[in-house]
């Protein structure tokens, strides 16, 4: 079955050019993007020539919830035009010729968080990870996390879950604002949640990405990979995602 070192064994095939190596992983909501990203870099970092990498999160170039509000986004959370594509952009053209600040996004009061910025400068490989990825963003290799529907929206619940438990105990938490919830209706409002936003966000903006991914990861409903399958070959910068 493949796994993870073998899905870093089809990166390092890829041709490098100077300036760094940029590898974007996108896909659904909660469908395991930061863990595989994490479980990548590990892998990396143990080849003979011990490349530098790191990791960033397209997270922290969303607009934040003040902003959204004024723009009248905050149900749009996620969605293409919730993030600074500009900013991420220019971060990521940056990071190839030497420091580049990538802001930082925290979980837990839902918000881009200054406190949690990073200052990167032109590390060997990145992986940048997250949504708001599109055909424009300068990444080397495009890699699409996929999951059946119905098991993306159990791990998105698993998930939600996880932090309205935590917002039980943290009055600092976002999901602190549900603790009034018992668990039946915060599951009922983590299954909306999912409806009505995520779901029209994966089927509109984020799974055409597949089409256009250099490589496609399929996992299966114990987040186990199925496959992978290489759709095709970078053609130096930006990739083959040009408006």
């Known amino acids: 079955m493949p796994d993870v070192e073998s899905l870093a064994e089809r990166l390092r095939a890829y041709p490098r050019g100077e300036g760094g190596f940029i590898v974007g992983v996108t896909g659904g909501v909660a469908v395991g993007k930061s863990t595989l990203a994490a479980a990548l870099k590990a892998r990396i970092e143990a080849w003979p020539e011990a490349p530098r990498v790191e990791l960033a999160g397209t997270d922290g170039f969303l607009r934040s919830n003040a902003a959204l509000e004024r723009a009248g986004l905050t149900a749009r959370k996620g969605f293409p035009e919730s993030y600074d594509a500009d900013a991420l952009r220019e971060a990521l053209t940056a990071v ?43 990444v080397d290799v495009l890699i ?31 999901y602190a604002r549900f603790a009034h919830l018992d668990r039946e209706a915060a599951t009922r409002l983590a299954h909306m949640v999912w409806k009505t936003i995520n779901l029209p966000n994966l089927r509109t903006h984020i799974r055409p990405l597949r089409a256009l991914a250099d490589i496609v990861v399929r996992k299966g409903r114990g987040h186990q990979i199925e496959s992978i399958v290489s759709r095709r070959r970078s053609r130096g910068r930006p990739p083959v995602r040009r408006q």
């Open 144 to 174: 699409y996390l996929d999951g059946r529907e119905r098991d993306l929206e159990a791990w998105f619940v698993t998930r939600f879950m996880e932090f309205w438990q935590a917002g039980l105990i943290d009055a600092a938490s976002f």
């Open 96 to 138: 190839r010729r030497g420091p580049a600040t990538f802001p930082g996004y925290s979980h837990l009061v839902y918000d881009v968080d200054a406190a949690l910025a990073r200052r990167l400068d032109r590390p060997d490989l990145l992986i940048i990870e997250g949504l708001g990825l599109s055909r424009a963003t300068p």
